[in-house]
């Protein structure tokens, strides 16, 4: 199962567009695909205490555990990922062991394309997470309304499709 993580709670979202994306693309290759929705399915902050047992977290942390790839989508706000997927995988914690996992990002502007690092090194050194080596940045020019518009944002979020599922398939057998 492939599940896509769409973490902005911004009601006009332009990272979820490249999570829908993600999800419509691989439904199109016939892959099962969870998508959950960071605001949708609202999480607790993490206080290391009793947030764990929130219904919301043990099935987040269950579709992670079941996942053969993890497609995180995220806005960029002040040079990171929001604070939304962090809490998620304090959250989880080692659900998220050994997946393999992509990034999508949507900022503002150009200069946060490093943003994604925090994320992909906290995952690959705390759970020894496989991040895929390429990841979609997009700023807004890219998209019109509530869909993606530039088409090699579009080649690129295919890009980044192919080479999760041949990594993650591999890593499968």
Not at 122 to 134: E, T
Request: proline share 3%; aromatic share 6%.
């Amino acid at each position: 199962m492939q599940l896509v993580i769409s973490s902005s709670l911004h009601p006009t979202s332009r990272s979820r567009i490249l999570a829908r994306s993600v999800a419509e693309r691989l439904r199109s290759q016939d892959r099962e695909v969870e998508v959950f929705d960071l605001s949708q399915q609202v999480l607790p902050p993490c206080d290391g205490a009793t947030a764990y047992g929130d219904e919301n977290v043990i099935a987040l942390a269950e579709l992670i555990r079941e996942a053969d790839a993890i497609y995180v989508a995220s806005p960029v706000y002040n040079y990171d990922v929001n604070a939304a997927i962090k809490n998620a995988v304090e959250l989880t914690g080692k659900a998220w062991t050994g997946k393999t996992v992509a990034l999508l990002l949507a900022a503002g502007g150009q200069g946060s394309y490093m943003s994604a690092m925090g994320l992909a090194n906290s995952l690959m050194l705390d759970f020894r997470c496989v991040i895929v080596p390429r990841f979609v940045y997009a700023t807004g020019e890219s998209f019109e309304g509530d869909s993606l518009a530039d088409e090699e944002i579009a080649r690129r979020v295919d890009t980044l499709v192919a080479e999760t599922l041949k990594l993650s398939d591999a890593l499968a057998d």
